[in-house]
């Protein structure tokens, strides 16, 4: 099955400063790579996905770039501010399986 | 605020009590999930309904008991847990089923159950 790594499980950074987040997965016939954010005491919520027929993907201060080849995907979030503090999950999955293969989550601090 | 509503936030059961977790959503979707969250963990998950039908079961223990009423309900009846169960119980819902492709996945807030 599908097997998602994903580093570093903290990250601090000082505010203003970016973030980048990188996640590997295993089955080549995954296509869908979304980003959840958790914050404490909530669900996750979706805040970028990328399909397997883009290679980039930006939303604001969000970007998710997606290697194919090297079977990587990376959150990148520029000018991080105190509430981009929260647990972020990268996932994959292929449309052939059932399952949202979820990363072990990175804690992100953004520090003033 | 989420679209994915779940009551309630808290519960505390004993381990003969039965007790029942709700979720709704008024999106349309046309898919319901139940989620297991351990504390610093990625969620797990164990049920899948598709069209209002249980599609998947992850190998879930009989003391857990998903329910879906109707297109916008979600139950997950619960009976005779154990402590290693407590845990946040995340619902989700999609508006293409997972056998179709890929959409993506709303979650509710969770309940935070604690067994004692």
């Not at chain 1, 959150?75 to 449309?95: G, K, W």
């Not at chain 2, 009423?69 to 989700?92: F, K, M, T, V």
């Not at chain 2, 993506?104 to 604690?114: A, K, M, W, Y």
Request: charged fraction near 20%.
């Amino acid at each position: 099955g599908e097997n998602v790594e994903q580093h570093p499980s903290t990250l601090s950074v000082q505010e203003g400063d970016s973030a980048v987040i990188k996640c590997t997965y295993s089955d080549s016939a995954s296509n869908y790579f979304p980003w959840y954010k958790q914050e404490l005491g909530k669900g996750p919520q979706l805040i970028i996905d990328i399909r397997s027929n883009v290679g980039e993907k930006k939303d604001q201060r969000i970007a998710v770039t997606l290697n194919k080849t090297a079977k990587h995907f990376s959150l990148h979030i520029t000018e991080t501010q105190p509430e981009d503090s929260a647990v972020y999950f990268c996932a994959a999955r292929a449309n052939s399986g059932y399952a949202l293969n979820f990363g072990k989550g990175t804690s992100l601090l953004v520090t003033p | 605020d989420t679209e994915v509503t779940q009551t309630p936030k808290h519960l505390v059961m004993g381990m003969t009590n039965k007790k029942s977790l709700k979720c709704e959503q008024h999106m349309g979707h046309r898919a319901m999930y139940w989620y297991k969250q351990k504390a610093k963990k990625p969620p797990e998950l164990m049920f899948v309904y598709s069209y209002e039908k249980l599609s998947i079961n992850e190998s879930v223990p009989s003391r857990f008991s998903p329910e879906c009423p109707n297109s916008s309900l979600l139950n997950l009846h619960l009976h005779a847990l154990q402590p290693e169960d407590s845990a946040l119980y995340l619902c989700a819902s999609s508006q293409v089923v997972p056998e179709q492709g890929n959409s993506p996945l709303h979650f509710g807030n969770g309940t935070r159950l604690t067994v004692t």
